[in-house]
């Protein structure tokens, strides 16, 4: 992982998330892409940053916008969002609903 610390990323700056680690950086009306890998963010302060989801982050917000709108998901969708409102762990999301077909 590459560091930054103590730096500011201010209006036009892209910043990519995935693979650095940032440290006390201020992040002020830039761009920020996360494409899905890790990365770390320590002491930071946040000012309007507009945030981009791409690759598999993208894919994976896709998936759960169209898994909230179909019939019997309604209490997985609302526990992801609880787990979102919480501080995320790799894999804590609970399994989607698995259907059932009739014999």
Do not use: K, Y
Request: glycine letters at 10%; one cysteine or more.
């Amino acid at each position: 992982m590459s560091s930054f610390v103590g730096m500011t990323f201010g209006a036009g700056v892209v910043v990519m998330l995935d693979g650095n680690e940032f440290d006390r950086c201020t992040f002020d009306h830039c761009r920020l892409i996360f494409c899905g890998g890790p990365f770390e963010v320590m002491n930071c302060s946040f000012a309007e940053p507009q945030i981009v989801f791409d690759g598999a982050a993208a894919r994976t917000l896709a998936f759960v916008r169209e898994m909230g709108g179909m019939a019997g998901s309604a209490a997985w969708f609302e526990e992801v969002i609880a787990r979102l409102r919480e501080r995320v762990t790799v894999g804590a999301v609970p399994s989607p609903p698995v259907p059932t077909t009739m014999h």
